[in-house]
């Protein structure tokens, strides 16, 4: 994103919340319904921390307020393609955000990586101390659980993974695909599926705040670009340039890290 177009959007706002502020003017409680809404389509693998991100968002800029549609990001694009009223994308890839941009839906400079993704896969009950083909192929087997490879950019690493290691066609008959990666989980969590591949972001739902247990899971190398788009037909661009250049502060990397994302920067460097 064009760094004179966030100092614009940023200015602009700066002086709508002085306007909104004067006490002689409003009250309190006319300022908080005079909140600009910016609508996120998030990828459902986000779900974890948008509470957190809203959260800190709202500390750092009162005036406006996030509101999430979560989804497969291939469902959310299709939503976009339909005229969904959506501001921002935030996507689990950089396929999908390419596509709207080579679609006019978007501008190539309003599309940026703001975070890294990883795929994991999880045992229920927890027990990943050994080979995770080996396990994967014991008879005993009866469920594996991923999301929607057509459609969710997780479910399609999976696939990768497994057809990597040559074992799509053999498992294929255990595979139960959800409709995002948040269902994938579900379907482990609840004991519909003993294994799961699923976004490392996830894992906080299963094992609360504290540090993750590696040996409860599985993480394979590849990592996810997560893609953050400002759409051409979003009804608050300004604020939503606004949240997109706060993604990229410490403060919103901060909640990103503590659920496993990496930055996009400590990749590049190596």
Not at 63 to 86: C, D, K, M, N
Not at 240 to 257: E, I, M, N, P
């Amino acid at each position: 994103m064009h760094p004179t177009f966030v100092q614009t959007c940023r200015r602009m706002l700066g002086v709508a919340w002085l306007l909104i502020a004067t006490p002689s003017l409003v009250t309190a409680a006319e300022t908080v319904a005079a909140r600009t809404k910016i609508t996120v389509a998030a990828a459902s693998s986000l779900q974890p921390l948008l509470d957190p991100l809203q959260t800190r968002f709202a500390a750092a800029h009162r005036e406006l307020e996030l509101v999430f549609i979560t989804a497969a990001t291939g469902s959310l694009v299709a939503q976009i393609r339909h005229g969904a009223p959506y501001d921002v994308l935030l996507a689990a890839d950089l396929d999908y955000p390419r596509t709207l941009v080579a679609s006019g839906e978007a501008d190539a400079d309003a599309l940026f990586t703001f975070a890294l993704g990883q795929l994991v896969l999880i045992p229920r009950p927890p027990a990943a101390s050994e080979d995770w083909t080996t396990r994967l192929r014991d008879p005993a087997v009866r469920r594996i659980a991923i999301g929607n490879p057509d459609i969710a950019p997780y479910g399609r690493a999976a696939r990768e993974v497994l057809r990597r290691a040559g074992l799509w066609d053999e498992l294929t008959p255990k595979i139960v695909i959800g409709d995002n990666i948040a269902q994938a989980l579900q379907f482990v969590s609840r004991g519909h599926a003993e294994y799961g591949f699923v976004a490392l972001s996830q894992l906080r739902l299963l094992d609360g705040d504290g540090p993750l247990n590696p040996s409860a899971y599985w993480a394979f190398p590849d990592t996810l670009p997560q893609g953050a788009l400002l759409l051409k037909r979003a009804k608050q661009p300004m604020a939503a340039g606004v949240f997109l250049s706060w993604l990229q502060d410490d403060d919103a990397r901060a909640v990103l890290h503590q659920f496993g994302y990496r930055d996009p920067a400590d990749v590049a460097d190596r």
